[in-house]
């Protein structure tokens, strides 16, 4: 990532209203949540995957919206799933937005560039104290990238949403590659149709219906 030139302060929001933002953070442990079906139309069988995921709500920091190249972090004023606006070079900083995205009410729709982490929902609500802790109306999406080493969201991983290069379970659930087996599977493409699937798939993954998202089949291949 190449690190954004050096900006003048942007003002700080005016006190009024009492208006704060929310941020609903997906911290993305595991795969997409995928489903795959087993077997021919006559005999399917389901195995579901879930991912894991906790909500946190933030005050609104540094800014009046969310821009790339902004960071956040916990809020020690709202523990224990807290967020909030920080500097880059402030010491309570963990993340950087990557990109943001407009709100959706289908999780499935916010599709995150390669290198996701975390992906932050943010909503905004007019009140104070515990009246910021949900709710609210959502405003974007925020694509973020821890600022440590620690990145699970990279391709073959094993955590944030299911990208190419990614390695799936035969039951369509994101693993870490390292830790891959012979019934195993990396991901080839993420297509609707299994007659996209480029020529070295092995085994085309039908999912279940998912509002939203973009793709409807895993393209597995050899590890």
């Known amino acids: 990532m190449t690190q954004p030139a050096t900006a003048p302060p942007r003002p700080r929001r005016a006190a009024g209203c009492l208006q704060s933002i929310v941020v609903l953070a997906v911290i993305l442990g595991l795969g997409y949540g ?14 579901n995957s879930s991912s894991s995921s906790s909500s946190s709500s933030a005050s609104d920091g540094k800014g009046g919206s969310w821009e790339i190249g902004d960071c956040g972090g916990p809020d020690p004023e709202n523990k224990p799933d807290g967020y909030r606006a920080y500097d880059c070079d402030e010491q309570g900083a963990t993340f950087k937005a990557l990109k943001i995205e407009d709100a959706s009410f289908l999780p499935n729709a916010i599709q995150c560039p390669a290198g996701t982490d975390l992906i932050i929902q943010v909503s905004r609500v007019f009140g104070s104290g515990d009246d910021k802790k949900g709710g609210g109306i959502p ?85």
Do not use: W
Not at 34 to 43: L, M, T, Y
């Open 139 to 223: 405003t974007n999406t925020v694509c973020g990238r821890n600022l440590t080493g620690d990145h699970p969201g990279d391709a073959g991983a094993g955590g944030g949403q299911l990208v190419e290069g990614d390695c799936v379970s035969a039951t369509a659930k994101e693993i870490a590659c390292v830790s891959a087996g012979a019934d195993d599977f990396k991901v080839l493409g993420l297509v609707k149709e299994k007659t996209e699937c480029p020529a070295a798939t092995t085994e085309p993954m039908q999912l279940m219906m998912a509002m939203g998202r973009p793709y409807d089949v895993i393209c597995g291949g050899k590890v």
């Open 34 to 47: 995928a489903s795959k079906i087993f077997g021919d139309d006559s005999s399917k069988r389901s195995s």
